[in-house]
Each structure stands twice: as C-alpha cells, then as structure tokens.
T-cell receptor, first 116, second 116 residues
Framework: NAGVTQTPKFQVLKTGQSMTLQCAQD?????MYWYRQDPGMGLRLIYY???????DKGEVPNGYNVSRLNKREFSLRLESAAPSQTSVYFC???????????????FGDGTRLSIL | AQTVTQSQPEMSVQEAETVTLSCTYD???????LFWYKQPPSRQMILVIR??????QNATENRFSVNFQKAAKSFSLKISDSQLGDTAMYFC?????????????FGKGTHLIIQP
C-alpha cells in the first residue's frame, strides 16, 4: 500500500545513546516532516524538508539532526539521547502546493521512543 | 507564529448524540487552511475534515461538519449521530499553505469519549 513507512515502531534507549529513525514515502511527495507528540500535547514540528537537499528547523529542533537522503527518505537522528526526548515520533509527507484534492499530509504510524 | 487552542481537554457524550469540539487560532495570515484530525488508540493520524480560509461555505463530510468563523478565528467541529468508533483524540490544526513546507501547527487535543 502506498504511504509513509516509519521504522522502528518501538525503541528503548539509554541516556547518551544515539539512534536514527527512518522514514520513507512512495507517493513522490516533495515535502517531508518530523513531529513529536508528548502526552497531553498535539504534534510539534521538529524539522521539515521542502525538497530533496533542503532541511529547515521547526518548533522544537534542539537535540535532533535530519537528513533528506533522497526524495523518498527523511531520517531523524538523536546524537545523544536524553529522557526529555521520550516521545512518539511521526513522519509525514505532502505534495507540493497544488495537491488540493488530496490529504494535506500523509502520516506514518509513529515510533514510540523511550529513553531511560 | 501561529497558535491553536483547544479549550476542552475531554468530552463525553452518549451514542447518537451530537457533539461540538471547539478550536480557536491566532494568525496574521489572510489565506490559510484548517483541519481536524482524529487519533484513535492505534495512534494513526486520520484527517477528518479540512477548510480553506478563502471559502465562506463551511465544510462537511458525512456526519462531520465545521463552523468556521474567520473574523472570530474560530473553527469548531460538529459530529452528528455520534458512534462508538468516534471515540478518539481530536486535534485541530493550522497550515499556512496546502503542501506548505513549514508543516502543521496543532492544538493540544480534545479526548472525545462516546458512551454506549
């Protein structure tokens, strides 16, 4: 099925460990996003990528790095994980403006990340 | 920067009743898009309904409709004939442009419980 695929679905890390969350979409979308969702909060934008080769900071970028490897893939890296980064992480993609008749953003199923 | 406020952390209604979820937002943009997303326990993000700010007519999708008041910056969701499957978190979200590279801004959500 077409969509956004995130791996892994669950992960437990120790403080200070590093980890890369993977995201891939097969809809030929230009824009891709990483969000985090904390208890009692809506999703907050970490980083986004308007097109291959470009990335920009969102609302909560500290402690994260991203790579837009190609048009399909957008990875999120935690270099030195901290307990405050325990969260559910969502990747999303959307077509360039003009995708008026389709959902604005297609979301992956999320990655639940716990940092001890 | 945009802000989205959902003032009802939790609501509970009986099956078949009508329920209205509130959302207000703040922006200096004149053209933008508003959305309601549903997040069931599976944590999938499911688009319920969308509204373009330049359209005066309120959007409807089957049992779901919105009351969009641009001057008041209000965007409420009405669910008619509520069903048990409507039990979920509901998030109001704002986007400056469809497919825009700067992502969605979400409210904190309303937990809707449909009682049998």
């Amino acid at each position: 099925n077409a969509g956004v695929t995130q791996t892994p679905k669950f992960q437990v890390l120790k403080t200070g460990q590093s980890m890369t969350l993977q995201c891939a979409q097969d809809m030929n979308h230009n824009s891709m996003y990483w969000y985090r969702q904390d208890p009692g909060m809506g999703l907050r934008l970490i980083y986004y990528s308007a097109s291959e080769g470009t990335t920009d900071k969102g609302e909560v970028p500290n402690g994260y790095n991203v790579s837009r490897l190609n048009k399909r893939e957008f990875s999120l890296r935690l270099e030195s994980a901290a307990p405050s980064q325990t969260s559910v992480y969502f990747c999303a993609s959307s077509a360039f403006p003009g995708d008026r008749n389709i959902r604005p953003q297609h979301f992956g199923d999320g990655t639940r990340l716990s940092i001890l | 920067a945009q802000t989205v406020t959902q003032s009802q952390p939790e609501m509970s209604v009986q099956e078949a009743e009508t329920v209205t979820l509130s959302c207000t937002y703040d922006t200096s943009e004149s053209n933008y898009y508003l959305f309601w997303y549903k997040q069931p326990p599976s944590r999938q993000m499911i688009l319920v309904i969308r509204q373009e700010a330049y359209k005066q007519q309120n959007a409807t999708e089957n049992r779901f409709s919105v009351n969009f008041q641009k001057a008041a910056k209000s965007f409420s969701l009405k669910i008619s004939d509520s069903q048990l499957g409507d039990t979920a978190m509901y998030f109001c979200a704002f986007m400056k442009q469809l497919g825009g590279a700067d992502g969605l801004t979400f409210g904190k959500g309303t937990h809707l419980i449909i009682q049998p």
